[in-house]
């Protein structure tokens, strides 16, 4: 979810209107923004539609606040003037990073404000809609350094050499890709790749190595550029075209004019057609009953009540008897379906201007067999005066394994926050001995216990997992032994109504008085804990305890 | 008089009536019925009432320290020392020498010095060599002395002091504590030989608190909200802690490029990586959803789906994977589920932030269900779970709901807190699992809840690890 840097000042510049700070959060509900921070006149907006990068800029979301208020309405129409820059794309990139789209925007009035914005937009498009640059890297450049016409080109790591932004010298395409800050993180987009893809003009002057870094020379915006050259690369046609016209747009909303560019493609079927003229500013319709308002919405709205909701949230209606026709831009990507034409109208509506509704449904609840059954167990623990403890489910190897001297398997996470959260527990008793260690400057006798679940790996379940629910008492004072212990799982089976039988066994973990138990069929182990293992986790008391699967 | 001894214990009038003049040993008083603990408590007591006194002697003993102990077992670090350069050829670099010795650096630094103090040893250009003279004056064994204090034996005071700088002997201090009667207490005894004289307590006096045994305050709390769903006729589902991205994401309507889906948003598996799908009919259903839409009236995603990545195994990351495994397994309708589910997410570990947490989710699946009715169901629970005096609704997102909305509620004690989220299920899931009408689905931050019904400040004492705040938590009633 992108979190956006707003200007207070620079807001209410393209909103035409000063606001007051709790106008501006209601003003938010509209794009789903809420202010996540505010010093002086620096405001912090999160922004929860992670699927319309058109908001992510304050110009964004002034765009769409302006409709919802009533101030505009309707789709806003960008004109976009015939340019003359061709861009041609080499062949050789086809399976690569086969597409650009390019567009021109002339006369913008470059301020702080603007590069801040700019460089945000291009930014949290990228990363977040561009998946990390994957999908659509996106390159701005000073027009009038240029000279068109501008090829989209491969080149090997010995054709080519340019200086990349904040550089002083020029490079390979693989010393970019291994020192330099940007090549570093991004390198894994051009991975097994020998050919580089390079934005180069007529006169071979580098603008960009898409989607890593811009060149020094051409690539960098200062407040003196007036006339910008946009470029996105990637793999998905609509992918690009969406994030071009993003950023036109929020270029446009400051002034700037739009001017064309025609994308030459190659001769491969790969591409659909000979040339595009890029940006295009397409829309798209929906068409839907309109019943369907009332049928998820409860409302029952007049034709006009509808169109004006939908126009205020940028739609341009049509409605013909039952059939509504809504037509909205094309980046409206995350418009799938009525449904979500029907939100935009509900957040127009305003979702507190409704009036909730009871739901009237006649339905018996109930809880889980095993949850009623871990409450019962627990019910005869703490009458035997045991103190319930509750302990993560992620651990370490080093509880797990290590410290009882087991050598075991466990369902374990590639990407674990630190190596103490690397796997699942498979027993919980070494869970409590690590809570125990932690606890020994509280009273004795100290008797606790836990049910909790436990995960084995077993492939022939769907998930690859038994997972169990386990319920382990453990108990530590200077006279504690196989006996006390033994009564302790004694009573409570007794009082469970559960068959119990022990058998004498030999554990890793456990001294010479220990026993296998098995439980109405499921097997346990109880004993008293070996010494050297007490110690592992730093207890020099005596502990008994026992597990067994519920 | 009479009045203090009405009050004495059972213990103090048993004490009393065996003490004399002489200062006698508390373990002169124990037996199996009477702990050596309760005499001293009870002597601590008549002390303090001025019945007897209390004599403290203070006495020192020394005993081996684990050094000592090994020192003993193995031979002195000096011997050890000469004996493994004698082995080595009478002469060594320090570093060999150090290492098959097997002596740690101090021990090694002082078993050293203590040769080269005797001239049994040169070290010159960084070498260390036999010098002869241990043959004609060897050195006294300490081990023997060693063995002395093992015994408890007299030894001299220049060996002492040596083994104690070198740390193979320790010595502690013991505090003998004796008693003796008080004339007071002689007077005592003689009322208390005469007539029997009933206990009276002091109704006010502090007694010893009960270490009872107790549930987990967050377990006690969320068997409550359980109980509380229940009522509202709600069926719990169930929450494996390992799922499939499948149910996680791909049933949910996440596209499978989506950032939530990589390294830095959630965890992987090692092992089990890989698990199974449900059958073709379903996998083909969400396929569709996917790629084109499906059987809904909708656009789908536009791309290929993978079932490769779809079966890849992932801890739950929020509950509703389980919920989405309800639709896939086939639901009653209208129902209404929920499930309070162990959920895990990367995340640091702090005063605010768990890396597994629980979640409470759901939905209600029904005809003629709608967006007012989702309204109506998320202030219902923030009326009746938190005490909410008010609420407000905001515009959300989630990938598997539309429309969707936040709850804040306005709480009399911690003012607006986000409460909830929820949304109706998107038709390009419920159309394409065959559901008939509308789910509303919804889902809780228990987790903050919580923390306010348990007094705490700190997330991570739901789990607490402190077994002293355990003891002291208050049981929870909502």
Same mark, same amino acid.
């Given at each position: 979810?992108?979190t956006?840097?707003?200007?207070?000042?620079?807001?209410?510049?393209?909103?035409?209107?000063?606001?007051?700070?709790?106008?501006?959060?209601?003003?938010?509900?509209?794009?789903?923004?809420?202010?996540d921070?505010?010093?002086?006149?620096?405001?912090?907006?999160?922004?929860?539609?992670t699927?319309?990068?058109?908001?992510w800029?304050?110009?964004?979301?002034?765009?769409?606040?302006?409709?919802?208020?009533?101030?505009?309405k309707?789709?806003?129409?960008?004109?976009?003037?015939?340019?003359?820059?061709?861009?041609?794309?080499?062949?050789?990139?086809?399976?690569?990073?086969?597409?650009i789209?390019?567009?021109?925007?002339?006369?913008?009035?470059?301020?702080?404000?603007?590069?801040?914005?700019?460089?945000?937009?291009?930014?949290?498009?990228?990363?977040?809609?561009?998946?990390?640059?994957?999908?659509?890297?996106?390159?701005?450049?000073?027009?009038?350094?240029?000279?068109?016409?501008?090829?989209?080109?491969?080149?090997?790591?010995?054709?080519i050499?340019?200086?990349?932004?904040?550089?002083?010298?020029?490079?390979?395409?693989?010393?970019?890709?291994?020192?330099?800050?940007?090549?570093?993180?991004?390198?894994?987009?051009?991975?097994n790749?020998?050919?580089f893809?390079?934005?180069?003009?007529?006169?071979?002057?580098?603008?960009?190595?898409?989607p890593?870094i811009?060149?020094?020379?051409?690539?960098?915006?200062?407040?003196?550029?007036?006339?910008?050259?946009?470029?996105?690369?990637?793999?998905?046609?609509?992918?690009?075209?969406?994030?071009?016209?993003?950023?036109?747009?929020?270029?446009?909303?400051?002034?700037?004019?739009?001017?064309?560019?025609?994308?030459?493609?190659?001769?491969?079927?790969?591409?659909?057609?000979?040339?595009?003229?890029?940006?295009?500013?397409?829309?798209?319709?929906i068409?839907?009953?309109?019943?369907?308002?009332?049928?998820?919405?409860?409302?029952?709205?007049?034709?006009?009540?509808?169109?004006?909701?939908?126009?205020?949230?940028?739609?341009?209606?049509?409605?013909?008897?039952?059939?509504?026709?809504?037509?909205?831009?094309?980046?409206?990507?995350?418009?799938?379906?009525?449904?979500?034409?029907?939100?935009?109208?509900?957040?127009s509506?305003?979702?507190?201007?409704?009036?909730p509704?009871?739901?009237?449904?006649?339905?018996?609840?109930?809880?889980?067999?095993?949850?009623?059954?871990?409450?019962?167990?627990?019910d005869?623990?703490?009458?035997?005066?045991?103190?319930?403890?509750?302990?993560?489910?992620?651990?370490?190897?080093?509880?797990?394994?290590?410290?009882?001297?087991?050598?075991?398997?466990?369902?374990?996470?590639?990407?674990?926050?630190s190596?103490?959260?690397?796997?699942?527990?498979?027993?919980?008793?070494?869970?409590?001995?690590?809570?125990?260690?932690?606890?020994?400057?509280?009273?004795?006798?100290?008797?606790?216990?836990?049910?909790?679940?436990?995960?084995?790996?077993?492939?022939?379940?769907?998930?690859?997992?038994?997972?169990?629910?386990?319920?382990?008492?453990?108990?530590?004072?200077?006279?504690?032994?196989?006996?006390?212990?033994?009564?302790?799982?004694?009573?409570?089976?007794?009082?469970?109504?559960?068959?119990?039988?022990?058998?004498?066994?030999?554990?890793?973990?456990?001294?010479?008085?220990?026993?296998?138990?098995?439980?109405?069929?499921?097997?346990?182990f109880?004993?008293?804990?070996?010494?050297?293992?007490?110690?592992?986790?730093?207890?020099?008391?005596?502990?008994?305890?026992f597990?067994?699967?519920? | 008089?009479?009045?203090?001894?009405?009050?004495?214990?059972?213990?103090?009038?048993?004490?009393?009536?065996?003490?004399?003049?002489?200062?006698?040993?508390f373990?002169?008083?124990?037996?199996?019925?009477?702990?050596?603990?309760?005499?001293?408590?009870?002597?601590?007591?008549?002390?303090?009432?001025?019945?007897?006194?209390?004599?403290?002697?203070?006495?020192?003993?020394?005993?081996?320290?684990?050094?000592?102990?090994?020192?003993?077992?193995?031979?002195?670090?000096?011997?050890?020392?000469?004996?493994?350069?004698?082995?080595?050829?009478?002469?060594?670099?320090?570093?060999?020498?150090?290492?098959s010795?097997?002596?740690?650096?101090?021990?090694?630094?002082?078993?050293?010095?203590?040769?080269?103090?005797?001239?049994?040893v040169?070290i010159?250009?960084?070498?260390?060599?036999?010098?002869?003279?241990?043959?004609? &004056?060897? #050195?006294?064994d300490?081990? /023997? !002395?060693? =063995? @002395?204090?093992?015994? *408890?034996? $007299?030894?001299?005071?220049?060996?002492? &002091?040596? #083994?104690?700088?070198?740390? /193979? !002997?320790? =010595? @502690?201090?013991?505090? *003998?504590r $004796?008693i003796?009667?008080?004339?007071?207490?002689?007077?005592?005894?003689?009322? /208390?030989?005469? =007539? @029997?004289?009933?206990?009276?307590?002091?109704?006010?006096?502090?007694?010893?608190?009960?270490?009872?045994?107790?549930?987990?305050?967050?377990?006690?709390?969320?068997?409550?909200?359980?109980?509380?769903?229940?009522?509202?006729?709600?069926?719990?589902?169930?929450?494996?802690?390992?799922?499939?991205?499948?149910?996680?994401?791909?049933?949910?309507?996440?596209?499978?490029?989506?950032?939530?889906?990589t390294?830095?948003?959630?965890?992987?598996?090692?092992?089990?990586?890989?698990?199974?799908?449900?059958?073709?009919?379903?996998?083909?259903?969400?396929?569709?959803?996917?790629?084109?839409?499906?059987?809904?009236?909708?656009?789908?995603?536009?791309?290929?789906?993978?079932?490769?990545?779809?079966?890849?195994?992932?801890p739950?990351?929020?509950?509703?994977?389980?919920?989405?495994r309800?639709?896939?397994?086939?639901?009653?309708?209208?129902?209404?589920?929920?499930?309070?589910?162990?959920?895990?997410?990367?995340?640091?570990?702090?005063?605010?932030?768990?890396?597994?947490?629980n979640?409470?989710?759901?939905?209600?699946?029904?005809?003629?269900l709608?967006f007012?009715?989702?309204?109506?169901?998320?202030?219902?629970?923030?009326?009746?779970?938190?005490?909410?005096?008010?609420?407000?609704?905001?515009?959300?997102?989630?990938?598997?709901?539309?429309?969707?909305?936040?709850?804040?509620?306005?709480?009399?004690?911690?003012g607006?807190?986000?409460?909830a989220?929820?949304?109706?299920?998107?038709?390009?899931?419920?159309?394409n699992?065959?559901?008939k009408?509308?789910?509303?689905?919804?889902?809780?931050?228990?987790?903050?809840?919580?923390?306010?019904?348990?007094?705490?400040?700190?997330?991570?004492?739901?789990?607490?690890?402190?077994?002293?705040?355990?003891?002291?938590?208050?049981g929870?009633l909502?």
């Amino acid at each position: 979810m992108p979190t956006l840097d707003v200007s207070k000042k620079d807001f209410e510049k393209l909103f035409k209107e000063k606001v007051s700070i709790s106008r501006l959060e209601e003003l938010l509900e509209y794009v789903k923004g809420e202010l996540d921070g505010q010093d002086g006149d620096s405001l912090k907006v999160e922004c929860k539609e992670t699927n319309r990068p058109d908001l992510w800029s304050t110009e964004g979301l002034v765009r769409e606040i302006l409709a919802r208020t009533g101030k505009e309405k309707g789709i806003k129409k960008y004109v976009v003037k015939k340019g003359n820059i061709e861009v041609f794309i080499n062949e050789n990139l086809q399976k690569v990073r086969p597409l650009i789209a390019c567009a021109v925007v002339k006369d913008v009035k470059i301020d702080d404000d603007f590069i801040v914005q700019m460089v945000q937009l291009q930014e949290k498009v990228g990363e977040t809609f561009g998946r990390k640059r994957r999908e659509t890297g996106i390159g701005l450049y000073d027009l009038d350094i240029m000279t068109p016409p501008v090829y989209y080109k491969g080149f090997k790591d010995d054709e080519i050499e340019f200086i990349p932004l904040d550089w002083k010298v020029p490079m390979r395409p693989s010393e970019i890709l291994s020192q330099h800050e940007k090549g570093k993180a991004y390198k894994h987009l051009l991975d097994n790749s020998k050919l580089f893809p390079i934005v180069i003009d007529s006169k071979n002057v580098v603008a960009s190595m898409p989607p890593i870094i811009n060149s020094q020379i051409t690539g960098k915006v200062t407040n003196k550029t007036k006339n910008l050259f946009i470029e996105v690369t990637g793999f998905n046609w609509t992918n690009i075209e969406i994030a071009l016209e993003v950023m036109c747009m929020a270029l446009a909303d400051r002034g700037g004019k739009i001017f064309s560019c025609k994308i030459n493609f190659p001769k491969q079927n790969f591409y659909p057609s000979k040339s595009i003229i890029t940006p295009e500013f397409k829309t798209k319709k929906i068409s839907f009953d309109k019943s369907l308002i009332e049928k998820k919405t409860g409302l029952k709205l007049n034709d006009s009540k509808i169109k004006q909701l939908l126009e205020n949230a940028r739609y341009n209606i049509s409605i013909k008897g039952n059939m509504l026709s809504a037509e909205f831009p094309a980046y409206r990507k995350d418009i799938f379906h009525a449904v979500d034409v029907i939100e935009d109208l509900l957040i127009s509506y305003g979702f507190n201007n409704i009036v909730p509704q009871k739901i009237k449904m006649s339905v018996v609840g109930s809880q889980r067999k095993e949850v009623l059954y871990a409450d019962f167990v627990r019910d005869g623990c703490i009458g035997l005066g045991l103190q319930e403890v509750l302990t993560f489910n992620l651990t370490s190897k080093e509880i797990q394994s290590e410290k009882i001297l087991l050598n075991d398997e466990f369902v374990e996470i590639v990407n674990p926050v630190s190596t103490s959260y690397q796997i699942m527990r498979k027993r919980l008793f070494p869970q409590l001995l690590s809570f125990l260690s932690k606890n020994k400057n509280q009273e004795y006798p100290q008797k606790i216990f836990e049910i909790g679940s436990c995960l084995d790996l077993d492939s022939n379940e769907e998930n690859g997992v038994k997972q169990s629910n386990n319920l382990c008492v453990v108990l530590t004072h200077t006279n504690t032994n196989f006996t006390e212990i033994k009564s302790v799982l004694v009573s409570l089976c007794d009082y469970l109504g559960l068959s119990l039988e022990l058998k004498k066994s030999e554990f890793a973990f456990l001294g010479e008085n220990s026993a296998t138990i098995i439980v109405n069929g499921k097997k346990g182990f109880i004993g008293e804990l070996k010494i050297g293992v007490a110690q592992n986790f730093g207890l020099n008391k005596p502990v008994t305890l026992f597990e067994i699967e519920l | 008089m009479i009045e203090e001894i009405k009050q004495l214990s059972d213990i103090e009038r048993i004490l009393i009536l065996k003490i004399n003049n002489s200062k006698q040993s508390f373990s002169d008083f124990s037996n199996s019925s009477f702990s050596i603990d309760s005499v001293r408590r009870a002597a601590g007591w008549l002390a303090k009432k001025e019945f007897a006194e209390i004599i403290k002697t203070e006495s020192e003993k020394y005993f081996l320290s684990i050094k000592g102990e090994q020192a003993l077992e193995r031979g002195m670090p000096e011997v050890i020392l000469l004996n493994k350069l004698k082995e080595l050829g009478g002469e060594t670099s320090f570093k060999e020498l150090q290492s098959s010795s097997g002596l740690d650096f101090k021990e090694f630094s002082i078993a050293l010095g203590i040769n080269k103090k005797n001239a049994f040893v040169i070290i010159s250009s960084g070498k260390i060599s036999l010098t002869g003279v241990d043959n004609d &004056s060897p #050195l006294t064994d300490l081990s /023997l !002395v060693l =063995k @002395k204090v093992k015994g *408890d034996e $007299k030894i001299s005071q220049n060996d002492l &002091s040596e #083994l104690l700088d070198r740390g /193979l !002997v320790e =010595k @502690k201090t013991f505090v *003998d504590r $004796k008693i003796r009667i008080l004339q007071k207490g002689i007077d005592a005894q003689k009322i /208390l030989l005469e =007539k @029997k004289i009933d206990r009276v307590f002091d109704v006010e006096s502090v007694v010893p608190k009960i270490l009872i045994g107790k549930k987990s305050p967050y377990v006690q709390f969320l068997n409550q909200i359980r109980s509380n769903l229940v009522a509202h006729g709600f069926e719990e589902m169930y929450s494996p802690l390992i799922v499939s991205e499948f149910y996680n994401f791909d049933v949910l309507f996440q596209s499978q490029n989506h950032p939530a889906r990589t390294l830095s948003d959630s965890y992987q598996l090692k092992q089990p990586s890989k698990g199974k799908l449900p059958n073709k009919k379903i996998v083909d259903a969400i396929r569709a959803a996917h790629e084109t839409g499906g059987k809904a009236k909708s656009s789908g995603w536009g791309y290929k789906w993978s079932e490769e990545i779809a079966s890849r195994l992932v801890p739950a990351m929020h509950g509703t994977a389980h919920s989405a495994r309800k639709l896939v397994e086939g639901i009653e309708s209208p129902k209404k589920y929920f499930s309070i589910a162990r959920c895990f997410r990367p995340d640091v570990l702090d005063a605010t932030h768990l890396l597994e947490f629980n979640q409470m989710e759901g939905f209600v699946v029904g005809e003629n269900l709608d967006f007012r009715h989702l309204l109506g169901m998320l202030k219902d629970f923030a009326i009746e779970i938190a005490g909410a005096e008010k609420v407000k609704f905001f515009p959300d997102y989630y990938p598997f709901t539309e429309p969707s909305v936040q709850l804040s509620a306005k709480h009399p004690e911690l003012g607006w807190v986000e409460f909830a989220g929820a949304g109706m299920f998107r038709p390009e899931m419920l159309e394409n699992l065959g559901v008939k009408g509308e789910a509303i689905a919804w889902g809780i931050g228990i987790d903050r809840l919580a923390m306010f019904k348990l007094g705490i400040k700190d997330i991570r004492y739901l789990f607490a690890e402190d077994l002293g705040y355990l003891r002291n938590a208050k049981g929870v009633l909502l």
